[in-house]
């Protein structure tokens, strides 16, 4: 996975998942351009690499055009991680979600396009599937988006085609499967579900599961996305471009069985925690019920091997909370 001395614009770089792309792509003597608004993303997660003479930030939005031009001027490759994520927050607030996960998508893709840019991968989502009930899921069979925010994404990936088609821009899109690891926000209405429940054993609240516990998802560590996109910038393989791929670890685990995970690895750092009580509370609207990636794609065409199971990647993630919250 040979990349360096490339000049790399990361959208969203201050997110969860763009600033842990910033610092990888940094150690590997690039050059990053950082793009954020700050609407989601933390000015903490980027602080310690604004030292670095090969790092630029650029305070932005991909909802200006002009901010999208000043960001890719003289870029080799753009990883597009900037949008409003979660379900919940979209069917709140669909417009909001659509201006920045579609319009700022389309902004992004001609700005790219203009500029030159030798390719354009952007993170997809596995709500794409939608109502689809296949199991595992794959690439070429989905269902009816059940979210305002599953839409978006999948319009991503409708641009993205048209416009490799169209304009010849290589892109690659890496549909995300429940993303976890160091610097996700464990805070607000919309955390994730791995963080929140850290945050509350570590302060001796009960965790409230959504529903009786035993929906499962393919819960995926960070390292592995890290991982997935560094391989699409890389490939030279015509066949490996221009589509999408599920990235996740290929396993599914229920809420019930990620708790339990939790409980065993944060009771080693503090044995009062086993005695916390789980609560369950309604199914929340716009789940689906059950999610498990195929990945043969990505390990065919992209050469992707996730390193991190759950169990793995929750031991990484609870050290990196237990020293930071």
């Known amino acids: 996975m040979n990349l360096s001395d490339k000049k790399i614009l990361v959208t969203g770089g201050a997110g969860f998942i763009g600033s842990n792309l910033c610092e990888v792509l940094l150690e590997k003597k690039n050059r990053v351009v950082c793009l954020d608004n700050f609407a989601t993303g933390k000015r903490e997660n980027v602080k310690d690499l604004q ?10 939005d991909i909802r200006n055009l002009e901010d999208c031009k000043v960001a890719v001027s003289k870029v080799d490759y753009v990883l597009h991680q900037a949008a409003l994520g ?9 417009i909001t979600t659509n201006d920045v996960n ?14 030159g840019v030798k390719r354009f991968v952007y993170a997809a989502s596995s709500s794409t599937y939608g109502d689809s009930e296949s199991l595992p899921k ?3 069979v989905i269902g009816k988006p059940l979210s305002p925010y599953a839409i978006t994404k999948y319009v991503n990936e409708l641009y993205a ?3 490799s088609k169209t304009y010849g821009l290589e892109t690659v899109g890496l549909r995300y499967f429940n ?5 996700q926000d464990p805070n607000g209405a919309y955390a994730a579900v791995i963080p929140k429940f850290v945050k509350q054993f570590m302060n001796g609240k009960s965790p409230v599961i959504n529903g009786d516990g035993n929906y499962s998802r393919d819960f995926t560590y960070i390292d592995n996305v890290i991982q997935a996109n560094i391989l699409a910038l890389v490939t030279n393989n015509p066949k490996a471009v ?3 791929y599920n990235v996740a670890f290929g396993e599914r685990n229920t809420l019930n069985e990620l708790v339990g995970y939790l409980r065993e690895v944060l009771s080693k750092l503090d044995p009062s925690i086993n005695n916390v009580k789980i609560e369950y509370g309604p199914n929340r609207q716009g789940d689906i019920p059950h999610s498990l990636a195929s990945i043969n794609k990505a390990e065919k065409l992209l050469n992707y091997k996730p390193q991190f199971s759950l169990q793995k990647g929750l031991k990484e993630a609870v050290q990196w909370y237990w020293e930071n919250l």
């Open 242 to 244: 221009n589509t999408v």
């Open 179 to 183: 993303v976890f690891g160091r610097k």
């Open 86 to 94: 979660s379900v919940p927050r979209s069917i709140k607030d669909p």
């Open 102 to 115: 579609v319009s700022g998508f389309l902004n992004m893709l001609v700005a790219s396009r203009d500029a």
């Open 138 to 140: 794959v690439e070429d």
């Open 51 to 60: 030292s670095n003479p090969n790092f630029k930030l650029i305070e932005g």
């Open 161 to 163: 085609d048209v416009f």
